[in-house]
């Protein structure tokens, strides 16, 4: 057996017990803290309402673990159970050109995993979403939304494919290098004409019109010093009851989105600050940081990709009899994931370590109590869990848990305890 194969069937499948063994972990914490609610929260948190947050989490981390083993078990079928080998095959005798050939294998190979994963989609939504009251999207809109994605896939990811591959077969040796060109282009790219362009495709988006929170608003933009084309409104409400708020794009496209079902919830002084918080992330240059962070992670990939595509023995320790480019780039979207999982903890921490900042940034330009309230708001209204096992969130948590966030709050609030 190629050392490759034993090291790969090892990775995958550590990291399976791994993340087994975490979802374990949040399930039996989150249901040991179920029918009590956390003494910070008492006065602002109902115990139906915890009681509601910890079945959810619990709910959704025993769906996760059958998504889990559905990724095992494809990873496994297409590398050495011989799947892309037989994929690649059936396109190599349909007698068309190499070029067309590669993209016809990933399209496929895309398409059946989106195939396979769909049932878990569908259940996530219209079962575990239906039960706990948060879901709002009809059939129709489901099946609009996957046409949609199917047709965007197709336009933007087919040109892309294409030139990934003929720049991977014909610009030699250092081929990674103007791959990672052309995907950092696209990425920027795409990320600009997101809010306009893409996202209006899935959503409404109406210009803010309440005349007093506009102000306040406007007014907040002013001592930030922020410029964006707008303060927009979504109407999440169609698909989801679940309330959020996001800063997307850059350059002259940059965009405040606010989900309708925040803006039913909040007072005006609880959505500046929520505002607050995500200038934040802007001003403190945390998008910047990431797509820099992403731009050289993605850099030294396809470096060792490039070193990768040229040995005979990778090909063999995942179950390809044929070797090419196209299936380099297949074989390794399935050999990184599980030692990218390494860097989880840190990907993790760096994220929370920007809500602290960002929280600061708002704490310093609005009331860190209007934030706070709009947190409690937040956190009862999306059943967010007030009790995370802390291992659990150290790997998977992009922000702060509840109790560890308000009580930063409370000190840059110089309040007590809720």
């Not at 079945?55 to 494809?74: M, N, P, Q």
């Not at 964006?228 to 794009?249: E, I, K, L, Q, W």
């Not at 396809?302 to 044929?322: E, K, N, P, R, V």
């Not at 096992?389 to 992009?398: E, G, K």
Request: proline share 4%; glycine share 6%; aromatic share 12%.
């Amino acid at each position: 057996m190629n050392a490759l194969t034993i090291i790969f069937i090892v990775a995958l499948t550590l990291s399976a017990v791994l993340r087994a063994w975490l979802l374990g972990r949040q399930i039996q914490h989150v249901g040991r803290h179920r029918d009590e609610v956390p003494q910070a929260f008492i006065a602002s948190i109902e115990p139906a309402a915890h009681s509601k947050a910890a079945d959810y989490a619990i709910a959704k981390s025993r769906f996760s673990l059958f998504g889990l083993a559905l990724d095992l078990i494809l990873a496994l079928l297409w590398t050495i159970g011989g799947g892309l080998s037989l994929l690649d095959g059936a396109w190599r005798h349909a007698g068309i050109n190499l070029l067309n050939t590669g993209v016809l294998v990933i399209a496929s190979y895309t398409l059946i995993n989106a195939m396979l994963g769909l049932p878990l989609s569908i259940y996530s939504t219209f079962g575990i979403e239906t039960h706990f009251g948060f879901n709002r999207t009809r059939v129709r809109t489901y099946l609009l939304d996957l046409a949609k994605l199917i047709l965007l896939a197709t336009i933007l990811g087919a040109p892309l494919l294409y030139a990934a591959l003929w720049l991977m077969n014909t610009m030699g040796f250092l081929w990674w290098l103007y791959v990672w060109m052309l995907w950092l282009s696209f990425s920027l790219t795409l990320t600009w004409a997101y809010p306009a362009l893409i996202a209006p495709l899935f959503n409404k988006f109406s210009p803010l019109t309440d005349a007093g929170l506009k102000q306040r608003i406007e007014s907040l933009l002013q001592r930030c010093g922020f410029k964006s084309r707008g303060v927009y409104v979504m109407d999440g409400s169609t698909r989801s009851a679940h309330g959020n708020a996001y800063f997307t794009g850059f350059g002259r496209n940059k965009r405040i989105v606010f989900f309708d079902t925040l803006m039913d919830k909040l007072m005006p002084e609880e959505i500046e600050a929520v505002l607050a918080h995500e200038l934040g992330h802007f001003r403190l240059k945390h998008v910047i940081q990431r797509l820099v962070v992403t731009a050289v992670l993605s850099l030294a990939g396809l470096a060792i990709l490039g070193w990768l595509a040229g040995s005979d023995w990778f090909y063999q320790g995942l179950g390809i009899t044929h070797a090419s480019n196209y299936m380099a780039l297949l074989l390794f979207t399935l050999l990184a994931p599980p030692f990218l999982s390494l860097l989880e903890p840190l990907s993790s921490a760096w994220s929370r370590r920007h809500e602290f900042q960002a929280d600061a940034y708002a704490s310093r330009y609005t009331d860190a109590r209007a934030l706070i309230h709009a947190l409690v708001k937040l956190y009862r209204d999306n059943a967010t869990t007030l009790t995370p096992d802390p291992l659990h969130s150290a790997f998977h948590d992009s922000h702060p848990p509840a109790l560890v966030r308000i009580a930063n709050l409370e000190k840059l609030a110089g309040t007590a305890r809720l």
